[in-house]
């Protein structure tokens, strides 16, 4: 099992910057970490993710403004976000991916931040 802690979130003026931290613990190796979000009445999305093996995935409204680090030792993921606009306005959910067979991966979820962009 993986727990997840999120902070960061908050209210931040368009063009604004926020930086959401999310640990993990419980497990001895999770294979990706990430940050997906959902606005209200629409579905969760991705928004960013690091795996084990390096590769990346961005979701295209980053459009560079957004950057994920991870420690890999800590077990955090952290998401940097530049130039907030409101549309960015959300919960965003923590996201870690454990192995559990050769070809299968469980999902777990942090209890979600609020992002809020608005002047």
């Known amino acids: 099992q993986v727990q997840l802690v999120e902070s960061g979130g908050g209210l931040v003026q368009p063009g604004g910057s926020l930086r959401l931290s999310c640990a993990a613990s419980g497990s001895t190796f999770i294979y990706a970490m990430g940050w997906y979000r959902q606005a209200p009445g629409k579905q969760r999305e991705l928004v960013a993710q690091?795996?084990?093996?390096?590769?990346?995935n961005f979701a295209d409204f980053v459009k560079d403004r957004f950057t994920i680090s991870r420690d890999y030792a800590k077990n955090t993921v952290d998401l940097q976000m530049n130039n907030l606009q409101p549309e960015d306005t959300a919960v965003y959910y923590c996201?870690?991916?454990?192995?559990?067979?050769?070809?299968?991966?469980?999902?777990?979820w942090g209890q979600g931040t609020q992002v809020i962009v608005s002047s």
């Open positions: 996201n870690a991916k454990r192995p559990t067979s050769e070809r299968t991966m469980a999902d777990y």
């Open positions: 690091l795996s084990s093996d390096g590769s990346t």
